[in-house]
Nanobody
Framework: QVQLVESGGGLVQAGDSLRLSCAASGRRISSYDMGWFRQAPGKEREFVAASSRYGDSIYYVESVKGRFTISRDNAKNMVYLQMNSLKPEDTAVYYC????????????WGQGTQVTVSS
């Protein structure tokens, strides 16, 4: 079992930056693919970014490319999402997720952290 706790959300203005953190416990995440997802009010949860277990493969949804950066520190069991040039449409609850090596899906999820971007 992996427990994930997100932090770093908040209320910011358009153009500002935020860094979300995801602290993992219970297992070392060095063998897990890690991802960030978000869910805006009235919308389905969507993929934002992902990092393969060694960080050698990184993926982003098109809408955040060039603005968001996912990173991980396996030694600290942490995953980060640096968000720059935030837009009102980035407003959502952001979730950290972990995909164990035995699974092709994200089996573990955090409780989410709210990001609100005002115009």
């Amino acid at each position: 079992q992996v427990q994930l706790v997100e932090s770093g959300g908040g209320l910011v203005q358009a153009g500002d930056s935020l860094r979300l953190s995801c602290a993992a416990s219970g297992r070392r995440i060095s063998s897990y693919d890690m991802g960030w997802f978000r869910q805006a009010p009235g919308k389905e949860r969507e993929f934002v970014a992902a990092s393969s277990r060694y960080g050698d493969s990184i993926y982003y949804v098109e809408s955040v490319k060039g603005r968001f950066t996912i990173s991980r520190d396996n030694a600290k069991n942490m995953v980060y999402l640096q968000m720059n040039s935030l837009k009102p449409e980035d407003t959502a609850v952001y979730y950290c997720a972990a995909a164990p090596p035995s699974s092709r899906s994200y089996d573990y999820w955090g409780q989410g952290t709210q990001v609100t971007v005002s115009s």
